[in-house]
């Protein structure tokens, strides 16, 4: 045993283990005495199937125990028949906390105690595939096993460099096995695909909404989708995914009212509209301005930062080769306000904008120049 020894260990009453004895008239079920940590306590087996290594007959069971014991995995028992003293054999615990399973997915637990039959490094993999897409937790592997914290950091470090799990956290560990990954990510393309041939008028599908459709750990979900990402599969307009070959299709109208809204944005003039006047002024619904602004945002027409701020993105690379061309090394807010021409309605927004960026950095009341 490790050194948790003697501690306040979580406790069980149904676990998998695998015996070396065949069930007495090739029952499936079979009641015993357990004989574990030195005490005596009535057990009933459940035999799964048989499974043959290195010439021994060993078999997988499910095992219910009149008492909780604090069991983890590999620990040793012995099994008494029932009014007998004759010992029927020997076995160990493969899952310390198991459940009663239908017959139709006796094949999957079955495969999953295969790989707890291995040894550590094997066992903590089989562990991370059988937890999916919740991921496994590090307070799951220290009440599943004896294993210490550094123990257990090196065989994930070891799963991760061979390309088979990712590490997500490391204080709390947090892991997901890369076949759950590319499954979420299989899912998210196929959820995006039937957006857009619902919602064909729409730039994509919200975080919010992703995040309410899959109820995953924030990690779990911002690994795939940053995955996606990385790999072209999908892109991102502002807090909205698409599928990287989804294009809106405008009608020669709203081709009009896009170019029209490009050129008051070029000129300097958006500002000075409410996205209430920009409604009334083009005789359209919120909803068609939305998607036509999405539009500009995705050509890389116009740039959005805080506060509703749009401009033209020619313009954001004129301002900012101004800012490289004055030579200043800091610059205040009226610094920033003679340089542009803008009020201080306007500089601030702009100047938080260039913060994130990282054309300029705050510091205090002046803005240094990266």
Not at 48 to 75: M, N
Not at 115 to 139: A, C, H, P, S
Not at 235 to 254: C, G, M, R, V
Request: charged share 30%; hydrophobic share 40%.
């Amino acid at each position: 045993m490790s050194d948790r020894e003697g501690k306040d260990l979580k406790k069980t009453a149904c676990f998998d283990a695998v015996v070396d004895f065949t069930p007495v008239e090739e029952k499936n079920t079979l009641d015993v005495l357990l004989l574990a940590q030195g005490k005596k306590i009535s057990a009933s087996f459940h035999f799964y199937e048989r499974f043959q290594k290195e010439k021994q007959d060993l078999f997988f069971i499910r095992v219910h125990t009149g008492l909780p014991l604090a069991l983890r995995w590999k620990d040793n028992f012995e099994v008494q028949g029932p009014g007998k003293r004759r010992i029927l054999g020997k076995g160990y615990v493969l899952n310390p906390f198991s459940e009663k399973i239908s017959q139709e997915k006796i094949k999957k637990r079955v495969s999953f105690l295969k790989y707890l039959l291995g040894d550590e490094k094997k066992m903590l993999f089989g562990l991370v595939k059988e937890k999916g897409l919740q991921g496994l937790r590090e307070r799951e592997i220290m009440d599943f096993s004896y294993l210490t914290r550094k123990k257990f950091l090196n065989l994930t470090q070891q799963l991760e460099t061979e390309g088979e799990v990712r590490i997500l956290s490391f204080t709390p560990l947090l892991l997901l096995s890369q076949e759950s990954l590319e499954f979420l990510s299989r899912k998210i393309l196929f959820l995006l695909s039937f957006f857009h041939q619902k919602h064909s008028d729409l730039s994509g599908l919200s975080l919010e909404k992703i995040e309410k459709r899959f109820n995953l750990h924030p990690r779990i979900l911002s690994l795939a989708l940053k995955h996606l990402l990385h790999s072209g599969q999908i892109n991102q307009i502002e807090d909205k995914f698409a599928l990287s070959d989804f294009k809106i299709i405008l009608t020669p109208e709203e081709e009009k009212t896009l170019g029209e809204l490009e050129n008051l944005c070029l000129k300097g003039e958006f500002h000075l509209y409410s996205l209430k006047d920009l409604q009334q002024h083009f005789h359209c619904s919120g909803k068609k301005l939305h998607k036509i602004l999405s539009f500009l945002i995705e050509r890389k027409k116009i740039i959005q930062g805080k506060d509703g701020l749009i401009l033209h993105s020619r313009w954001l690379d004129e301002i900012i080769s101004k800012i490289r061309k004055s030579g200043k090394r800091e610059m205040s807010v009226a610094d920033f306000k003679e340089l542009t021409g803008l009020t201080r309605k306007f500089a601030i927004p702009l100047l938080e904008l260039l913060d994130q960026m990282g054309v300029t950095r705050r510091k205090g009341s002046l803005r240094e120049v990266l």
